[in-house]
């Protein structure tokens, strides 16, 4: 098994040629990441509401490969930064509901309101999970922790609308109960440490 050095030279040989090649042509970090969340947008909001499963998950991980290059772009051209990072995670919020709220359409419209239901629970929680680590950091603790975030929840919905749309039956209701589930236990782990991290600051600093 490739080890996590292994893993990205791997990736970085194939990723970085690209991302000069697109700073070449005249584009930037940020332009890149735009244009990845808005076709992620649209294809989610297309596809997935008249069940087409397999071209809108293979549209969105198509354009997912947007979050190595503009990060890539950003460190070959010396533009990292906290405007770039702050773009990028603002910009993942959207593309994720977008992902989900897709996907509870398609339930929904197909007649699947619970698991719609659990869809958007799954989607609320997403959201939730993310403020949490927010709100954690902007009062001076960290909060990475938890057994659902962002990537794990995206890539085993994407997983299951892949198969769904190849015909194995049952397996997007059952990822979406898993997904709510997993995804609200994340924000009961990400409470908990704020709250035991807090416990241990004097009074005026956990204010």
């Given at each position: 098994?490739?080890?996590?050095?292994?893993?990205?030279?791997?990736?970085?040989?194939?990723?970085?040629?690209?991302?000069?090649?697109?700073?070449?042509?005249?584009?930037?970090?940020?332009?890149?990441?735009?244009?990845?969340?808005?076709?992620?947008?649209?294809?989610?909001?297309?596809f997935f509401p008249r069940q087409q499963w397999v071209a809108g998950t293979l549209v969105i991980a198509a354009f997912v490969v947007a979050d190595l290059l503009d990060g890539t772009m950003a460190r070959i051209s010396g533009r990292s930064g906290p405007w770039g990072a702050?773009?990028?995670?603002?910009?993942?919020?959207?593309?994720?509901?977008?992902?989900?709220?897709?996907?509870?359409?398609?339930?929904?419209?197909?007649?699947?309101?619970?698991?719609?239901?659990?869809?958007?629970?799954?989607?609320?929680?997403?959201?939730?999970?993310?403020?949490?680590?927010?709100?954690?950091?902007?009062?001076?603790?960290?909060?990475?922790?938890?057994?659902?975030?962002?990537?794990?929840?995206?890539?085993?919905?994407?997983?299951?609308?892949?198969?769904?749309?190849?015909?194995?039956?049952?397996?997007?209701?059952?990822?979406?109960?898993?997904?709510?589930?997993?995804?609200?236990?994340?924000?009961?782990?990400?409470?908990?440490?704020?709250?035991?991290?807090?416990?241990?600051?004097?009074?005026?600093?956990?204010?």
């Amino acid at each position: 098994m490739l080890n996590n050095a292994a893993a990205r030279r791997a990736v970085s040989g194939i990723v970085d040629p690209v991302a000069k090649g697109l700073l070449r042509i005249g584009l930037s970090p940020d332009a890149v990441t735009l244009i990845g969340t808005v076709a992620t947008c649209v294809a989610a909001l297309w596809f997935f509401p008249r069940q087409q499963w397999v071209a809108g998950t293979l549209v969105i991980a198509a354009f997912v490969v947007a979050d190595l290059l503009d990060g890539t772009m950003a460190r070959i051209s010396g533009r990292s930064g906290p405007w770039g990072a702050f773009l990028d995670s603002t910009l993942d919020r959207v593309a994720d509901g977008a992902i989900f709220g897709g996907v509870v359409l398609g339930l929904a419209l197909s007649g699947d309101t619970l698991s719609a239901a659990a869809c958007l629970l799954a989607l609320v929680g997403g959201g939730v999970v993310s403020y949490a680590k927010a709100r954690a950091e902007s009062i001076g603790v960290e909060c990475n922790v938890g057994i659902a975030e962002r990537a794990e929840r995206v890539i085993l919905l994407l997983v299951a609308t892949f198969l769904t749309g190849l015909g194995v039956p049952y397996v997007l209701p059952v990822a979406v109960w898993i997904l709510a589930g997993l995804t609200w236990i994340t924000v009961g782990q990400r409470i908990l440490h704020v709250r035991r991290q807090l416990r241990v600051l004097p009074p005026e600093d956990a204010a």
